[in-house]
């Protein structure tokens, strides 16, 4: 029996005005599903919901669960800048039927306190149907969700779990903190093969939407305890996480994906694509031309 429990963070595929690209979702999806990935998050950070219009935000949720089919677990994003937007978000979401979790982070661009962030997840687990996780990543909100206010929210009946952005120093000594039956979900993508070693076994990151194949290779590995290929594979996701940056993350994703066969742009304006001379510059990296052989 598996042990290892993978969900990528997909991206949203869009079409030239920043509608939902419905071939581009079906490809990638298919991707996910078809190389043993466990579950999807839809409308993360990697699929850029802050960005999206409402009508592709909601064309992107629906077609997601319709194109899953009971394939895997489906999780969304609904965190928004304020507690009414998100709550605009979470009514939206309890319309549909197939949502297995609702994951909403800190509200972000103003800094909130501990207290605030309190009365922010309990009021959205009070209004959501679907299971509500808190979704801590500091870097990008400015709202850090200490572990003394998870340990509180953890008592919500709603609020069944964590993903975690953060240092893994935090996240470890939240793992501790909470019920056994609290869900902490872990997003290291360098760090996936010592953090299995080390009975840590839920991952979520947007880097598994990109290499499922490989992802699955590393978990299978590992729960054969085969660390050496586990590591293998570890440092070919690495490899390609390292690179992104060089390129942009979202026009290095466009890239990626469109080769690998998805249609659609994978970063709305005023995120700009690659030109034909950086689109073959990244094609050339050799961890780029080994995740397409692959």
């Known amino acids: 029996m598996n042990k290892s429990y993978f969900i990528s963070a997909i991206c949203s595929p869009l079409t ?23 579950g999807i998050l839809v409308a993360g950070t990697m699929g850029l919901m802050q960005l999206l219009k409402d ?18 677990e489906v999780m969304i994003g609904a965190g928004d800048t304020s507690l009414s937007r998100t ?5 939206f979401l309890n319309s549909l039927k197939g949502v297995d979790a609702v994951v909403v982070l800190s509200p ?12 922010y997840f309990t009021a959205v687990a009070d209004a959501s149907k679907a299971p509500l996780y808190l979704y801590d990543v500091p870097h990008w909100t400015r709202s850090k969700i200490e572990l ?11 609020i069944k779990g964590i993903k ?20 902490v979900i872990v997003a290291q993508p360098l760090l996936v093969d010592a953090l299995l070693k ?23 590995a590992a729960d054969q305890g085969d660390w050496k290929t586990a590591a293998l594979y570890q440092r070919k996701i690495a490899q390609l996480a390292a690179l992104l940056p060089k390129y942009g993350v979202f026009p290095a994703a466009t890239g ?9 742009t994978f970063g709305p304006r005023p995120y700009l694509m690659l030109n034909q001379q950086g689109q073959s510059q990244l094609l050339a990296e050799p961890i780029v031309k080994e995740l397409l052989s692959a």
């Open 87 to 91: 709550l605009a978000r979470v009514e």
């Open 148 to 158: 003394s206010t998870v340990v509180r929210l953890a008592e919500h009946r709603n």
């Open 164 to 183: 975690c952005s953060d240092q893994f120093v935090s996240t470890r000594l939240l793992i501790d903190a909470v019920p056994d039956d609290f869900r």
């Open 108 to 119: 972000f661009f103003m800094s909130f306190s501990q207290t605030e962030l309190f009365d």
């Open 16 to 38: 030239a005005t920043d509608s939902l690209h419905e071939e581009g979702l079906a490809s990638h999806l298919d991707a996910q599903w078809n190389n043993g990935i466990h």
């Open 198 to 220: 080390f009975e840590v076994h839920e991952h979520l990151d947007g880097m598994f939407a990109l290499a499922p194949k490989w992802t699955h290779a590393l978990g299978t």
């Open 55 to 72: 009508d592709t935000y909601e064309a992107l949720c629906r077609r997601s669960i319709e194109l899953t089919e009971g394939r895997g």
């Open 256 to 264: 990626i994906l469109n080769a690998q066969g998805t249609a659609g």
